[in-house]
C-alpha cells in the first residue's frame, strides 16, 4: 500500500494538512535521543574482530585509483559504484576498519532521527520518539550500522526520501528533493527502485 494511500485514508493527504501542535522542544527531543542512541550503540567496539568477505572487497575497491574503479565497474559490481567511489573518499586520508564502518554508523544514526522526524510528521513527537528508538535498539539495525557496506547508507537515504514524500504531498512543495533523493539511492543500491512500488 503506497504512502499517499495511507495518507489519504488517514485523513493528511495535501489537500487536508492539519499541522502537528507539539512544543519545538519535544520534537528536537523525539528526533535527537534516538541519534545518540544510534550513534552510542553504532560506535561500541567499531573495532571488533576482522574484516568479513564483504567488507573486505569494499576496502580492496575502495583503496584503488578512480580510474581503476571505473575499469573495474566495467566488469563488476557496478550496481555498487557510487558508494566505492564515495568509500574511496572516505578512506583517502586514515585507512582502516573503523574509518570503513564508520559511514555505516552514521547512516544508522540518521536514520533514526529520520524515522523519528516521520513519526512526529505524521503522528505528534511521541509517535516519533518511540519509532526511532525502536528502530536504533533492533538487533538487524545494529548488525548493519557496524558493516562496511551500503545498506545503512541505503536505509536513510529511503527514510529521508518517505519523509520528503509526506512533505511534498502535503505541501506541494519539494519534488525535486524528492526525486534526487530517490536517484542517488538508487545508484547506491538498485533494490531502492522498489521505493517507488512503496510510494506509489
Same mark, same amino acid.
Given at each position: 500500500?503506497?504512502?499517499?494511500?495511507?495518507?489519504?485514508?488517514?485523513?493528511?493527504? #495535501?489537500?487536508? +494538512?492539519?499541522?502537528?501542535?507539539?512544543?519545538?522542544?519535544?520534537?528536537?527531543?523525539?528526533?535527537?535521543?534516538?541519534?545518540?542512541?544510534?550513534?552510542?550503540?553504532?560506535?561500541?567496539?567499531?573495532?571488533? =574482530?576482522?574484516?568479513?568477505?564483504?567488507?573486505?572487497?569494499?576496502?580492496?575497491?575502495?583503496?584503488?585509483?578512480? !580510474?581503476?574503479?571505473? /575499469?573495474?565497474? #566495467? /566488469?563488476?559490481?557496478?550496481? #555498487?559504484?557510487?558508494?566505492?567511489?564515495?568509500?574511496?573518499?572516505? &578512506?583517502?586520508?586514515?585507512?582502516?576498519?573503523?574509518? %570503513?564502518?564508520? !559511514?555505516?554508523?552514521?547512516? +544508522?544514526?540518521?536514520?533514526?532521527? &529520520?524515522?523519528?522526524?516521520?513519526?512526529?510528521?505524521?503522528?505528534?513527537?511521541?509517535?516519533?520518539?518511540?519509532?526511532?528508538?525502536?528502530?536504533?535498539?533492533?538487533?538487524?539495525?545494529?548488525?548493519?550500522?557496524?558493516? *562496511?557496506?551500503?545498506?545503512?547508507?541505503?536505509?536513510?537515504?529511503?527514510?529521508?526520501?518517505? &519523509?520528503? %514524500?509526506?512533505?511534498?504531498?502535503? =505541501? *506541494?512543495?519539494?519534488?525535486?528533493?524528492? *526525486?534526487?533523493?530517490?536517484?542517488?539511492?538508487?545508484?547506491? /543500491?538498485?533494490?531502492?527502485?522498489?521505493?517507488?512500488?512503496?510510494? =506509489?
Amino acid at each position: 500500500m503506497g504512502v499517499s494511500v495511507l495518507m489519504k485514508r488517514s485523513g493528511t493527504s #495535501h489537500q487536508e +494538512a492539519p499541522e502537528v501542535s507539539a512544543e519545538p522542544v519535544a520534537r528536537v527531543v523525539a528526533v535527537v535521543l534516538p541519534v545518540l542512541v544510534m550513534l552510542t550503540l553504532g560506535l561500541w567496539r567499531l573495532d571488533r =574482530g576482522g574484516m568479513w568477505r564483504d567488507e573486505a572487497a569494499t576496502y580492496q575497491v575502495a583503496r584503488r585509483s578512480v !580510474p581503476q574503479i571505473w /575499469h573495474l565497474l #566495467h /566488469h563488476v559490481d557496478a550496481v #555498487h559504484g557510487l558508494y566505492y567511489l564515495f568509500m574511496h573518499l572516505v &578512506l583517502a586520508p586514515a585507512p582502516g576498519e573503523v574509518a %570503513l564502518r564508520l !559511514p555505516s554508523v552514521v547512516g +544508522a544514526a540518521a536514520t533514526a532521527g &529520520l524515522v523519528a522526524a516521520l513519526g512526529i510528521r505524521l503522528c505528534n513527537p511521541r509517535v516519533g520518539l518511540w519509532a526511532g528508538l525502536l528502530y536504533a535498539v533492533t538487533p538487524l539495525t545494529g548488525h548493519f550500522a557496524q558493516e *562496511g557496506r551500503s545498506y545503512a547508507l541505503v536505509a536513510a537515504g529511503a527514510t529521508a526520501a518517505t &519523509l520528503l %514524500l509526506v512533505r511534498a504531498l502535503r =505541501g *506541494g512543495r519539494g519534488w525535486w528533493a524528492y *526525486g534526487v533523493t530517490v536517484a542517488v539511492t538508487c545508484l547506491l /543500491h538498485e533494490f531502492a527502485v522498489l521505493l517507488l512500488l512503496a510510494h =506509489g
